[in-house]
């Protein structure tokens, strides 16, 4: 009892220093691919890089401590942060103080989901996510995942559009207008040393070494170069124009966004008073404003994307100020600087004396030293009504990618391995995490594997995975200020790469065309429908259901006939010889109300069919079960049957569903003289009956009885 409450008490049975030296490695190495990559994850989620810092602390301990993999490393993942953007995008811009809070929530969120699950022993749910839907939804996330970076990675800034695909179109089109060469540079370096490194030492942390010589010539060469300056310093009417038009734009949207909320309010107010006039009047403003806030909203981006399409030449002025005329239009005598400069510009008003021009690359930037503080994440039950069905995608998604990777460790290392107690381990990581400000985590494959090459022995390795984390958050965080953001989406495009599964098309459409058509299929949905990413597994899980119910509806009814070595096949399959007066039924699957009328729809067929025929055998081992549905047909069946005259037979019951037939007496109706233990006997016991006036050796089930009949005889 006291290991299955606490799992990690059997850690230390015939533990040593030499093991504990061990996991000390195995921790430090993992936190060596960790530090990094969970930065670039956070980014990917729409967090700040530190935050992915504060959700690598906590959850990767309280994960080993109470799940049963002693090698899983648990942390931010690509698909989980991918996730977690598109759910929370439609609520709060990116990166702010709502956002955050929004996703430390989500984080408690799932911890909850899935804790209940792994407490009510419910693992299993997450069979409702096929193999061909995680397939086609994984490979589209990869290039979705990927694809998110490019902006980083050429250095330039785009608005987000209603699809991943439109966004990908502005940021080529950007890239076409504007590259930061440093910044592309910066990122393919990144590349060639991460793939270089894995080629050739791949014990060489690479990632680490990638980000440290990033840091290094980015603090060398002056990689970020910015300056806030008064709006007078840019030399550019139409940027003046455009500011102030994009100023007030901005400005509009919160004063039309409180007379909604007022109006939607009213609208409460006269629907609960019953007031038909009111309600109609208060539906039209709303809409009203609607239509205003999402044009206001378009001319926004309109003014941003012009903004940040005008490229400035800085020329020194004689007190070492700048002034920024558009590329072109610079003085003939002016000193120019040698840099492109650009004005940042985001969703809020620019402020006229702060205007902030780049005239670098992006990095990091200041990360906050410390531990992040203990609370109690912000309720909100709008918030999780709006977020739950993203919950239950994360919540099962996040588990099969965390239970895939523990079951391929398990079979390596011989350790038992509980599906339900890792649920428990990853929701009460999640749940723990959120107190400490961290967002949504899973088991990663990449560092799992890590771990396990280092020779991780228990998940103690963990825990001092958990401790570098944290010896970094304290001291070294200063060191990560340099850091360039297109390393950081060199190492996200790095870790899904290794998504990317091109053969799990094949494979399912090798093992049956419609699980190859689903798996498509949720690939593109995916893909179109991205961000809004639980639109393409909605619709991979529901084709799977159909695909199971129309299956379950229509069950495999073949008529069987004797093959080589005296086996019973599909007379259909094999092209064989039937005999015409025994019809041997086998029904593979339950006989429940979807499939019952089918059953009969088909042995109608066959009586049809087949003039001269005098009994019909069912073989029921296939029948693995049977409700009131199934059993009223069968009964139904028996009397059609008996009533044109021919006799019937059951073979082969199991003990499910003979308890159907004593419960239901429909035992006493078919007569226990009609069941058989196996077909053999069932065929022997009819067989002389239906051949009295016929000539049995010519029939192709007469090597049957002679078998029965020479056992019987031994």
Known sequence: MLKRIFPFVGWFKDYSLDSLRIDAISGLTVALVLIPQSMAYAQLAGLPPYYGLYASFLPPIVAALFGSSRQLATGPVAVVSLMTAASLEPLATAGSEGYIAYAILLALMVGIFQ???????????????????????????????????????????????????????????????????????????????????????PKIPNVLVAVAVAIIVSWAIGYQHNSTVNISAIKSPKAHELIEAFNKAVNTIPRLAEE??????????????????AVLDAEHE?????????????????????????LFEGTKQPDGSLKFYPKNETPPASKYDGRTWRIRVGNYPLKKDKIFMMGGGSVVGAIPQGLPSFTVPKISIKIILHMFPFVIVISLLGFMEAISIAKAMAGKTGQRLDPNQELIGQGLANICGSFSKSYPTSGSFSRSAVNLQSGAISGLSSAFTSLTVVIVLMFFTPLLYYLPQS??????????????????????????WYDGSISIITFVCT??????????????????????????????????SLYEEMSLQDSKTYNLRECKYIDLIRFEGTLFFANASYLEDKI????????????????????????????DALSITIDRVRSAGVGISLSGVNDSVMSVLKRTYLLEKIGEEN????????????HDKVHKDS??????????CQAVKHQMVI
């Open 286 to 310: 709303s809409s009203v404003l609607a239509i205003n806030i999402k044009r206001i909203r378009h001319q926004a981006h309109n003014y941003r994307k012009r903004i940040r399409s005008i």
């Open 604 to 631: 109608n067929e066959r009586m049809i069919e087949k003039k001269e025929i005098k009994h019909i055998i069912i073989l029921c081992d296939g029948i693995n079960d049977m409700d009131a549905s199934g059993e």
């Open 115 to 201: 804790l209940a699950l792994g407490v009510l022993r419910l693992g299993l749910v997450v069979n409702f996510l096929s193999h061909p839907v995680v397939n086609g939804f994984t490979n589209a996330a990869a290039i979705i995942i990927a694809s998110s970076q490019l902006s980083k990675m050429f250095g330039v800034y785009v608005d987000k559009g209603a699809h991943n695909y439109e966004t990908i179109i502005r940021v080529i089109q950007s890239a076409f207008h504007y590259t930061h060469w440093p910044t592309l540079l910066m990122g393919i370096s990144a590349f060639v040393i991460m793939y270089g490194l894995k080629r050739i030492y």
């Open 695 to 704: 000539d049995k050796g010519l029939c192709p089930l007469n090597i049957v």
């Open 527 to 560: 893909l179109l429908y991205a961000p809004h990413l639980h639109v393409g597994i909605i619709i991979g899980v529901v084709l799977s259901l159909l695909v199971y119910l129309y299956k379950s509806m229509r069950p495999v009814v073949a008529s069987l």
């Open 487 to 512: 390393v950081l989406a060199a190492i996200i495009m790095m870790a899904v790469i290794g998504l990317i599964n091109a053969s799990g098309f094949i494979h399912a459409w090798k093992a049956q």
């Open 260 to 277: 909604r909320t007022e109006i939607n309010m009213a609208l409460d107010m006269a629907s609960s008073g019953h007031d038909i006039v």
């Open 675 to 686: 069941i058989f233990a196996n077909t053999e006997n069932a065929i022997f016991a009819v």
